[in-house]
């Protein structure tokens, strides 16, 4: 079995892990000083988001120089001694790739946009005038007037944000140059951003799979082929159909890629990420489902309830107030009992929070722009503000909770970004402190996963299918099973497995509670979650 069906990913935003030098802001010198905690958790790999040089329009997803890192972080020794450190205690490093589009703040994009004539201009895309009444990602039209010369380029997120043109070879030239470049340096591979946008057609649709996967095999030719380097593509319009296309080994693209439906369930079809509705379970259950069965033995599933662009699963899911560590735990076990690659976004393993600033608080190019837009729009204010304490991004981008102590041990100095309010309870030291905590229950998660090769390899079938009260799969591999069962509502609930499951000698291998074993008929307290096997 390949390395990387048993590893576990552990996502660092550096600008809210941890900062060393005493400016507000996570650095590269904070990421070193929690290897050991790192450790400790037993992750196999570390993705750090963007830490190139960067005018900081998109917290580092607008990159002006690929080959260098951003002073706000440290150095490129501190770089190189990271990733001793990390590789000195059997930790891979991957980096964030997002190729996109680039800064406008970019050499090439300067050149672009200054003269029609120079070889730079088709780096990027142009038109006489805006040829559609496309949306960007981060609101207002995805057409921005250039001056100089007298043209639109394109851009899918911010207007600082140019996309690259990826039909013109010497662009790809220059990607797959940088990234063998980075893979010199001897980092283990890439998360690469909005990968499935590079075939866009602007004229048509953003997403246009045939040219993105023609793409991605020349790069696996270019840059990865013969090389023992772990991928994830961040593809955002993936489906069971296509992510088995990008991450079957056969066909030399991604390892594996990010399917997002199950993060789109709360959103009203069709209105965007703002408008929202509440999580039908049994919807969830059915996109993993789906999920879970179009990839086996087709390709590889990532696993993630949360990244830096997601509100915090225990807030989004669970319950962020009496039964915080119950249903952290519960949603963790749920996630980590699959087939796939599980993701860990930092804080999610002490069950950080989301949080509720004052508007002016919030930093998030995104949240900024959206609050211009909807007030626009007419939304009241109260729909706006409740949008973005479920959806904005800033809910994962507070500071890591280290201790209870003065900026809850995250920096010397005022951070960039407001503090949860509840570190005082919920922080890192607390929670190592605590043999109960969800930090030591992830920690079990990581474990069992390298102990039975039935959660790496098992095929996966629901229980439990139409009943909302329980999220409960079955897990086979030869001639023994692996059964998962969640109480997934607040409330105690009685749970019947006479019809869906015959419990045979085995044991319990994890509980959130104290369970030690399981009957046919067995109360579940709330959000109580246990994983038998068999
Ligand atoms: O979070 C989103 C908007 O609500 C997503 O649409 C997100 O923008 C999309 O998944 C792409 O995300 C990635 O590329 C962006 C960057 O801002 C995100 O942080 C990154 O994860 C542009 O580079």
């Not at 006489?128 to 851009?155: A, C, K, L, M």
């Not at 991928?231 to 990010?258: C, H, I, N, Q």
């Not at 950080?352 to 608080?361: G, I, R």
């Not at 005022?414 to 005082?424: C, D, R, T």
Request: hydrophobic content about 35%; glycine content about 6%.
């Amino acid at each position: 079995m390949e390395w990387w069906k048993k590893a576990v990913v552990y996502q660092i935003y550096p600008m809210s892990f941890k900062d060393s030098n005493g400016d507000g802001m996570g650095d590269l010198g904070g990421v070193l000083e929690k290897v050991d905690y790192l450790k400790k958790l037993g992750v196999d790999i570390v993705w750090m988001t963007p830490i190139y040089e960067s005018p900081m329009d998109d917290n580092g997803y607008d990159i002006s120089d690929y080959y260098k890192i951003n002073p706000l972080f440290g150095t490129m020794e501190q770089f190189e001694q990271l990733l001793d450190a990390l590789h000195e205690r059997g930790i891979r490093l991957i980096m964030d790739l997002v190729v996109n589009h680039t800064s406008d703040e970019h050499e090439w994009f300067r050149q672009a946009r200054k003269d029609k004539s120079s070889k730079y201009h088709d780096y990027y895309i142009w038109k006489d005038r805006p040829i559609t009444d496309q949306q960007s990602f981060f609101s207002g039209s995805v057409w921005e007037y250039n001056e100089e010369t007298e043209e639109y380029y394109y851009h899918l997120f911010s207007r600082r944000q140019p996309d690259l043109n990826w039909d013109n070879p010497e662009v790809r030239k220059e990607v797959y140059k940088l990234i063998n470049w980075w893979l010199d340096k001897g980092i283990d591979g890439f998360r690469m951003d909005v990968i499935d946008l590079i075939g866009k057609i602007p004229e048509e649709s953003i997403m246009y799979g045939e040219k993105s996967h023609k793409y991605l095999q020349e790069m696996y030719r270019e840059c990865f082929e013969g090389r023992e380097a772990f991928t994830v593509g961040e593809t955002s319009f993936a489906t069971p159909v296509s992510a088995p296309l990008y991450s079957d080994k056969e066909r030399k693209e991604l390892t594996m890629v990010f399917g997002f439906e199950h993060l789109g369930l709360e959103e009203v079809k069709g209105n965007g990420k703002w408008d929202l509705k509440p999580l039908d379970v049994n919807e969830l259950k059915q996109v993993f489902l789906v999920w879970q069965k179009a990839l086996h033995e087709k390709g590889w599933n990532s696993l993630f309830w949360s990244n830096h662009d997601q509100p915090r699963i225990v807030s989004r899911m669970g319950n962020d107030t009496v039964y915080r560590k119950e249903s952290a735990k519960m949603l963790g076990m749920i996630l980590h009992g699959m087939q796939g690659t599980p993701y860990i976004y930092q804080g999610e393993e002490i069950g950080m929070t989301n949080v509720k600033f004052a508007l002016e608080d919030y930093k998030d190019v995104e949240t900024i722009n959206m609050v211009k837009e909807k007030q626009e729009a007419g939304w009241s204010m109260e729909k706006i503000m409740k949008g973005i304490y479920a959806k904005g991004r800033d809910n994962a981008r507070t500071p890591i909770q280290w201790n209870a102590g003065k900026n809850a041990g995250f920096s010397e100095h005022e951070p960039w970004i407001g503090i949860n309010p509840n570190y005082k309870e919920i922080n890192v030291e607390e929670a190592i402190k605590d043999e109960d905590s969800i930090f030591h229950f992830y920690q079990k998660l990581i474990r069992l996963r390298k102990e039975y090769e039935i959660i790496s390899t098992g095929d996966f079938e629901l229980l439990f299918e139409e009943d909302r009260r329980f999220f409960a799969y079955k897990r086979q591999a030869d001639d023994r099973t692996l059964v998962v069962i969640a109480n997934f509502t607040g409330e105690s609930v009685v749970c019947d497995c006479t019809d869906e499951i015959t419990f045979k000698e085995g044991r319990v291998l994890l509980s959130n509670y104290d369970r030690n074993s399981v009957e046919k008929i067995m109360s579940l307290r709330p959000y109580e979650a246990v994983m038998y096997y068999m």
